[in-house]
């Protein structure tokens, strides 16, 4: 049963447009949402994160959208660059930030020169 | 930024043999560490968490005798795969964090090719 989802196993975007991650999850009890960013053969890096009392987090390119009523999230690249392509995964926890965090399987994103 | 490292980046070991692996905070104090599996093309998949100081906790699945977990200190917790088989050959990544930190930080992942 998988908690968080994230339907697009890859997407393909034109440098300097947007990106749109889409993200899913099942689970009312979480409350703390983040997005990691993964090279092959790399440990994943944090991007952002997004607490459920908030609709909206940005930082730089970044910016993480919630919609707890629909249970989605979504993370925006403004514009993006070859440099981002990575797979991007989405993050969930409950209760205090630092809990175990389920990951969703990750989207894989090439940013087109 | 919070720094994570892990040691051995890659290791190719012989089926029966028992393989460590180092998980380091190196800026700040982890009071729990967060063991994770990767196979090709999946996502993470979490093993145990440790807590410095006290037994691991293992994921349903996760054999706690084959995946030996210590947390001796703030700043180190090792893995432990024993009497290692190929199916064990996988990306092993671990993750810290603090209750300063609001995020989990993690190391670089090692690849373990158990032959």
């Known amino acids: 049963d998988q908690q968080v989802k994230q339907n697009s196993p890859s997407l393909s975007v034109q440098e300097g447009r947007i990106s749109i991650l889409n993200c899913d999850y099942t689970n009312s009890m979480f409350d703390y949402f983040l997005w990691y960013k993964k090279y092959p053969a790399e440990g994943p890096t944090f991007l952002i994160s997004i607490s459920s009392i908030k609709d909206k987090n940005e930082d730089g390119r970044f910016t993480v959208f919630l919609n707890k009523s629909a249970k989605h999230l979504s993370l925006h690249i403004v514009p993006s660059q070859p440099g981002d392509s990575a797979v991007y995964f989405c993050a969930a926890s409950g209760g205090t930030s630092y809990d175990k965090v389920i990951f969703g399987p990750g989207t894989s994103l090439s940013v087109i020169p | 930024g919070a720094v994570v490292s892990q040691h051995p980046s890659w290791v190719i070991c012989k089926s029966g043999t028992s393989v460590k692996i180092e998980c380091r905070s190196l800026d700040f104090q982890a009071t729990t560490m967060f063991w994770y599996r990767q196979f090709p093309k999946q996502s993470l998949m979490l093993m145990a968490t440790?807590?410095?100081?006290?037994?691991?906790?293992?994921e349903q699945g996760v054999e706690k005798d084959k995946f030996l977990i210590n947390h001796a200190s703030l700043t180190l917790s090792t893995l432990t795969v024993t009497s290692a088989h190929p199916e064990d050959s996988s990306f092993y990544i671990c993750?810290?964090?603090?209750?300063?930190?609001?995020?989990?930080?993690f190391g670089p992942g090692t690849r373990l090719t158990v032959t």
């Open positions: 440790s807590n410095e100081g006290s037994k691991a906790t293992y």
């Open positions: 993750s810290a964090s603090s209750r300063r930190l609001h995020e989990q930080y």
